[in-house]
């Protein structure tokens, strides 16, 4: 099965479904399946655009409610998890995942499910550890602070994807699992992002949630996105039971730009006998049903059940029992329904409202899936809570009830926030331009886009397994490339890094705030400018040089 998987979307679905149209053209065949690690901006009209954590000059509609209001149509049935810049109230409607347009399917906070046999994984958001042991409390209309927490990852969906036992062929998450720098070519990576050298002497690069997800779920695949350049890596983990070790082939994919490798297409080991549509996973149905009571929309900090003699359940993993009772509370039916419907207005570029107003709404996708396993929507959950504080004037709760507030979190580092170093490919995130809602800015498609098409082998473990990938560039004809910009892959790329050196050179001048690891000095004047790691990464037209 020939599956694409693709970095940060950033809202450019037509020009990722060009490239896909562009390399089935050039002999490369058709795609089964689109994989987007994050960033999707699914973002339906104005008053999604608000909820997205970027400055208002960087909001931008793109094209996605075209693909909304049944204007355009996926052509291949595409699956995402949700980055760190998305239309959060959209997805907060989803927390169990369901469609957001025809054939683009969501997989939620966390989730699971199959195509073709292949079993796909992933987790939405980024890490942050002051955020990492609350409930979902955030709710729109956000604030200041919620706009940005509601895309924190939540232990409780790393706890439910460590009960998982059966293997995973295929894991997504945003954010790159820490430490897996260690298992790629990490002096190529530094010369390509000098500014991550800190971070990945420091060993504080990525997430130590997604790391421990990784050592435990052992996936044949990892994708990942966020950081904005293309890194392979090969994990082989430590064997079991007299096992052969697993090996987990990682790649993250960068944004997509002109001349950015954003795009890969690998083929993927599928059962030539399994449905040729998406299916529920019944292993992760069971886990979900299991772990219902563990389900928190409070501020309080609250640690996962475990085997510490303070709990008296800890195992939420799924049994032979277990699995048939939800199989009988699907009718024996694992086919995701098609259940997509638009229940918002959506954006008409002849008529732009600035001031729609935002409305919280409840997915009729999520009560009919709730209401078949008996779980609690969390959308819902959240918005009695708020109401109910708000009727009592109640503050919102500091601990959880069940006292774990009090235990220390396992994770002390909060890796979303670069202390040393600073990502050229990253804009500045002001508190000003976040609160400054006067002066969104709503337009269409910011010109062409050139897209890198790519064929992977995974037949050795070279000591650089980045070149195991190829570096094939397959540009759309509505971009122009120089007559030099596609024959030679080695040339070009050579010239394309030279070139970013070079641009990036210029930047440093242009922009004070921009620098490369090496000039340290400067640090804590810059400290306190930067508000925020993984900040916009978007191409503005007024703005050719935030790249």
Same mark, same amino acid.
């Given at each position: ?26 002999? !490369? ?30 909001? &931008? ?8 209001? !049944? ?25 169990? !995942? ?11 906070? +966390? ?10 994984? !992933? ?26 927490? =509601? ?58 949630? +997604?790391?421990?997800?990784?050592? &435990? ?7 990942? +996105? ?43 080991? &599928? ?104 779980? $609690? ?21 500091? =601990? ?42 709503? $337009? ?16 050795? &473990? ?77 191409? +503005? ?7």
């Amino acid at each position: 099965m020939r599956v694409a998987v693709t970095g940060c979307c950033h809202g450019e679905l037509d020009k990722i479904y060009e490239t896909l149209a562009l390399a089935e053209r050039r002999g !490369g065949g058709t795609a089964d399946l689109l994989l987007c690690c994050g960033d999707f901006q699914a973002v339906r009209n104005e008053a999604d655009l608000r909820c997205m954590a970027v400055p208002p000059k960087y909001r &931008h509609m793109q094209n996605f409610y075209r693909y909304y209001s !049944g204007e355009k149509k996926a052509p291949v049935l595409t699956i995402f998890i949700g980055g760190n810049h998305e239309a959060s109230n959209h997805l907060q409607e989803l927390p169990y !995942g369901g469609w957001v347009a025809p054939n683009i399917y969501y997989l939620g906070y +966390a989730g699971v499910v199959k195509f073709r046999g292949v079993r796909i994984g !992933g987790i939405s958001g980024i890490f942050k550890s002051h955020d990492y042991r609350k409930g979902h409390y955030e709710c729109p209309p956000y604030d200041q602070n919620s706009v940005r927490s =509601v895309y924190h990852v939540r232990n409780i969906e790393v706890f439910k994807l460590k009960q998982l036992k059966q293997p995973i062929d295929v894991f997504l998450s945003h954010d790159w699992p820490r430490s897996i720098y260690h298992y790629g070519n990490k002096k190529q990576l530094l010369q390509t992002k000098s500014f991550f050298r800190q971070e990945v002497e420091n060993n504080t690069l990525g997430s130590p949630a +997604a790391s421990e997800l990784l050592h &435990h779920l052992k996936p044949t695949y990892w994708f990942s +996105a966020h950081l904005h350049v293309k890194f392979a890596a090969f994990m082989k983990h430590q064997a079991n039971d007299g096992q052969l070790p697993k090996v987990t082939k990682f790649l993250a994919l960068d944004k997509c730009l002109p001349h950015r490798d954003f795009l890969q297409i690998i083929e993927v080991e &599928h059962d030539s006998n399994a449905p040729d549509y998406l299916q529920y996973d019944l292993e992760w149905l069971t886990i979900l049903k299991a772990t219902n009571s563990l389900v928190n929309v409070s501020r309080g900090l609250w640690n996962m059940p475990e085997n510490n003699g303070l709990h008296a359940k800890w195992d939420y993993s799924a049994t032979e029992e277990t699995m048939k009772e939800i199989l009988e509370d699907m009718n024996h039916d694992l086919k995701v329904p098609y259940n997509f419907s638009v229940t918002a207005v959506c954006y008409d570029p002849s008529k732009p409202q600035k001031r729609m107003e935002l409305v919280h709404r409840i997915s009729p996708q999520t009560t009919k899936f709730c209401a078949q396993l008996g779980l $609690t929507d969390i959308n819902n959950r959240t918005q009695q809570v708020i109401e109910e504080s708000s009727l009592h004037g109640d503050d919102d709760e500091e =601990v959880d009830s069940n006292g774990s507030g009090e235990e220390p979190s396992e994770y002390n580092t909060d890796n979303s926030v670069l202390s040393s170093s600073i990502n050229p490919d990253e804009i500045i995130l002001d508190e000003d331009d976040e609160d400054d809602e006067g002066e969104d800015s709503i $337009t269409g498609l910011h010109g062409d886009i050139s897209t890198p098409a790519v064929e992977p082998s995974f037949d050795h &473990h070279p000591s650089d397994f980045s070149t195991s990938f190829s570096d094939i560039r397959i540009l759309p004809d509505s971009m122009v490339v120089s007559s030099d910009g596609t024959m030679n892959s080695t040339n070009e790329l050579e010239k394309s890094s030279e070139n970013k050196e070079s641009e990036e050179g210029k930047n440093l001048n242009e922009k004070p705030l921009k620098r490369l690891s090496d000039e340290i000095g400067d640090e804590n004047h810059l400290r306190k400018k930067i508000k925020r790691r993984n900040q916009a990464i978007y191409s +503005a037209a007024d703005d050719s040089n935030v790249e």
